[in-house]
């Protein structure tokens, strides 16, 4: 079974302060990883992919499959950051769609 | 606003009523995907579209739930019999292909309470 974990509920740091979203997945095939972000009153939206292995807004994530883990880390913080993030699973064969969330892991940023 | 739109925005019924959510994908997008999301969750899986064919349908998508997307373009979601359990967010995404490939595009989602 797919399964997402997301061990901090709640993460604080200061402006300047580097930062890291910890995102634990469970699945014995070969996964496809996202991070989605939902700014205040705003839409939840992708971040990044996995397989993009790119950098957003400053964010990068590295599929570690020795770890099972796909943590989020952006050096330097900033205030516009503040959001709830979440990491999402999925699994390409067979056609599946379906992605698995995370609870999320909602990030405030202190000036 | 040319994203995805939902209606209605919240949605307050009594148990047992029955409740009809609809949604209009990004007007290009051929998949067209449903999520619920409760309290302190993230948002969970029921069911995609890819044009006008179901092609994937979630274990929590039980008898009482059924989606449609007639035409290959909006959708609707209807919950019969609601019961207490069903009070959540009802999120409605499209992409144009594959969400492993394209991204997917949210709604403002349906907040739905059964009292």
């Known amino acids: 079974a797919q399964r997402v974990t997301q061990p901090e509920k709640l993460l604080s740091v200061f402006k300047g302060a580097p930062v890291e979203l910890k995102c634990n997945y469970s699945?014995?095939?070969?996964?496809?990883l996202f991070w989605y972000v939902q700014y205040s009153r705003q839409r939840l939206q992708l971040l990044l992919r996995?397989?993009s292995r790119e950098s957003i807004k400053g964010f990068t994530a590295d599929l570690n499959k020795g770890e099972t883990s796909f943590h989020l880390k952006k050096p330097f913080a900033q205030e516009e950051d503040s959001a709830m993030y979440y990491c999402?699973?999925?699994?390409?064969?067979?056609?599946?769609?379906?992605?698995?969330f995370g609870k999320g892991t909602k990030l405030t940023v202190n000036p | 606003d040319t994203g995805v739109s939902q209606n209605p925005r919240h949605k307050i019924t009594k148990r047992g009523q029955n409740v009809t959510f609809r949604c209009d994908p990004i007007?290009?997008?051929?998949?067209l995907y449903w999520y619920r999301q409760t309290l302190g969750q993230g948002p969970e899986f029921l069911t995609y579209?890819?044009?006008?064919?179901?092609?994937?349908k979630s274990r929590l998508l039980s008898d009482r739930f059924s989606a449609e997307r007639p035409k290959g373009s909006f959708s609707t979601l209807e919950i019969q019999r609601t019961e207490q359990g069903d009070s959540a967010m009802y999120l409605c995404?499209?992409?144009?292909?594959?969400?492993?490939?394209?991204?997917?595009?949210f709604g403002n989602g349906t907040r739905l309470t059964v009292t």
């Open positions: 995404a499209s992409s144009q292909g594959s969400s492993y490939n394209s991204p997917l595009h």
């Open positions: 699945y014995s095939g070969s996964p496809e």
């Open positions: 996995h397989i």
């Open positions: 999402a699973l999925g699994r390409r064969q067979g056609g599946s769609e379906k992605l698995v």
């Open positions: 007007s290009e997008h051929n998949r």
């Open positions: 579209f890819q044009n006008e064919a179901q092609l994937e």
